[in-house]
């Protein structure tokens, strides 16, 4: 599918009334403190050129809440990583260091995954 018609969240491809604006609701989401945060901790290579990653998908709090783990959990493992589209994602297997560290934390609903 091109990116003239590529969908949106809502399913909707065009409209062919010029004046068409779509009316998003500006909802604040807030961040759940680290014990009621369900954390899934995952290794994935597919889409990477084979190179392996660990994954952190379930945040549920702000960008910039989630860009700070990110950066903690980077700086803990000493490796690169990224905080995009509700996923953590910090490169190497780093699976069991990133659940021990979560689980000090106070993230005590972390799991690994897979």
């Not at 010029?18 to 954390?39: C, I, R, S």
């Not at 290794?43 to 860009?67: P, Y």
Request: net charge positive; with cysteine.
């Amino acid at each position: 599918m091109s990116k003239k018609n590529k969908q949106d969240q809502n399913g909707f491809v065009f409209s062919t009334d010029p004046g068409f604006k779509f009316d998003y609701e500006e909802t604040v989401q807030e961040t759940l403190v680290p014990a009621q945060q369900v954390l899934r901790v995952k290794l994935e290579t597919k889409h990477r050129a084979g190179k392996a990653v660990s994954v952190i998908t379930g945040f549920i709090g702000t960008d910039e809440d989630m860009q700070d783990l990110a950066k903690k959990l980077k700086n803990f493992c000493g490796t690169g990583g990224s905080a995009k589209d509700g996923e953590i994602i910090i490169q190497g297997d780093q699976r069991e260091k990133i659940l021990n560290w979560l689980l000090k934390n106070g993230y005590t609903k972390s799991k690994r995954v897979g």
